[in-house]
């Protein structure tokens, strides 16, 4: 009896546009083996849903049991020669098979002779079929970018949207709780004097539901929606916005009041917690650069994080990387020494954390006193355009022009004096925060995520540098004298 390796495939727009589907083939393909008087020893199958991964997983298992089973087979069935590979270079590893392992490649649909006449025949059926997916590929992409300079997304809808199909075409409409939610964190954030942990901590408590999933709303996904153009009624398609045609959910004076309170932050989602320029080399000068590299073990794959100077390959440069968990070594090593015990010297602690912040509440201050005496000028402007014009000594034009002047220039200093409010509160709330972990910090630092890290480190040091494979940190004010000791020789005799 004949044995042969056969393979189905099908997508949902063949299986809709051509009418056979991975039942109608695997018929065809058992119905010929049994007239050659034998059957599949193997049948390979890539459904619709299959991924590009997958389905090029299944092709390679396919080449795999052929060349391991040359032997005991007696050729490749397949239900049509575009059915078989998806391009050229599939193709040639399947004629290969015919030439290296005498298995015969046969399609019952369209049989040919296993003869130049034949092969070439074949080949020009492969040919056909790898122009047609390169051209679908390119009708796409053309067909999406069409879609978006249209005003419609091509891709599903932001958080406040879903997507929904109006006369057979894919569009979106706004989310009624969903949507309820991006107005009330937008509103939150631009008027009720929020940071972003603040809010994050606010609709939290309020009971607001981000998904069934997942309830909470992640601090990422919050800073997110608040950068995301879309609920302005624009399209984000390859790193441009365009005007999309669904209505908007947020009014724009509320966007810029929320982009501005925002001060251009971004929100850092990697794990490479002492990357970004937080570490200069000791030897060059140049920022320390994270990388992460996989080791195969027997358990799986494991992931590690490595850092080093970005001038690491230049000619006589110390070749030297250091692991993260290295680094977390050294940092925790730190924080041991910040640990305070005694309450009197808590008390101190809380004392001096509060003082580093008197400059920057003095410079916040005087901006403040000075941004207050230019909105008092521009209300005095306002009162004296106004009695110059019901004096008539100016037209209702000019009055008019200056007037709209004057009220913009009125809202920008408002908008700035909420700016530098909003700051104050940040810098408070980051001091405050650096306190209550002060007596905890390693603990924290060991269940943080990056985010949480990151302000750590920055709170905590000022610089650092990466001296052979030893941290170099200089410490912020009052940390670099709980780090050093609280008793120096530089103490006075009635006080620390």
Not at 167 to 177: F, S, W, Y
């Amino acid at each position: 009896m004949k044995r042969f390796v056969a393979l189905a495939r099908v997508s949902s727009r063949e299986q809709e546009r051509e009418g056979f589907s991975l039942e109608v083939q695997e018929t065809a393909l058992r119905r010929y083996a049994t007239q050659a008087g034998g059957e599949i020893a193997k049948l390979f199958r890539i459904a619709e849903t299959a991924s590009k991964g997958d389905e090029r997983k299944t092709f390679r298992e396919l080449v795999t049991y052929a060349k391991k089973n040359a032997a005991e087979l007696d050729g490749l069935l397949f239900y049509k020669v575009d059915r078989a590979a998806r391009n050229l270079f599939d193709y040639v590893e399947l004629e290969r098979l015919e030439s290296e392992y005498d298995l015969p490649f046969i399609s019952v649909s369209q049989p040919t002779e296993n003869t130049p006449a034949g092969r070439m025949m074949r080949r020009t059926l492969a040919n056909m079929a790898s122009f047609y997916t390169e051209q679908q590929s390119v009708d796409v992409r053309e067909g999406l970018a069409r879609r978006v300079l249209e005003g419609w997304f091509c891709s599903r809808g932001p958080y406040g949207y879903r997507n929904v199909r109006n006369d057979g075409r894919g569009t979106i409409e706004i989310d009624p709780q969903p949507a309820a939610n991006v107005k009330r964190i937008f509103h939150l954030y631009a008027y009720e004097n929020l940071t972003l942990d603040g809010l994050v901590e606010k609709i939290n408590g309020e009971g607001m539901v981000f998904r069934a999933s997942m309830p909470k709303f992640p601090r990422s996904s919050v800073h997110n929606i608040l950068l995301d153009r879309a609920y302005i009624g624009e399209i984000l398609h390859k790193g441009q916005w365009y005007q999309g045609k669904h209505k908007p959910l947020i009014d724009r004076a509320t966007w810029d009041r929320v982009q501005a309170l925002l001060g251009g932050h971004v929100y850092q989602s990697h794990a490479l917690t002492y990357g970004s320029e937080l570490i200069q080399c000791a030897h060059c000068g140049h920022p320390i650069t994270g990388e992460q590299k996989t080791k195969k073990t027997k358990s799986g794959e494991r992931y590690y994080n490595y850092y080093r100077c970005t001038y690491y390959n230049v000619k006589d440069h110390p070749r030297i990387r250091v692991t993260e968990a290295d680094l977390d070594r050294q940092v925790l090593a730190v924080f041991d020494k910040i640990r305070i015990e005694d309450e009197e010297v808590r008390d101190w602690f809380r004392v001096v954390l509060a003082s580093q912040t008197r400059d920057m509440q003095a410079d916040s201050l005087a901006q403040r006193a000075e941004l207050q005496r230019q909105e008092t000028l521009f209300v005095a402007q306002q009162d004296r355009l106004l009695n110059m014009r019901i004096a008539g000594e100016i037209d209702q034009e000019t009055f008019g022009r200056k007037h709209t002047e004057m009220r913009d220039r009125l809202a920008s200093i408002k908008l700035q004096l909420d700016v530098l409010d909003r700051s104050h509160d940040e810098t408070a709330e980051l001091a405050s925060k650096v306190f209550e972990l002060s007596q905890t910090l390693r603990q924290q630092w060991l269940t943080a995520d990056y985010a949480a890290k990151r302000r750590i480190l920055e709170i905590v040091f000022l610089n650092c540098r990466l001296d052979d494979t030893t941290l170099v940190p200089t410490m912020r004010k009052p940390f670099d004298v709980l780090a050093e000791g609280l008793v120096s020789n530089l103490s006075r005799g009635d006080g620390i």
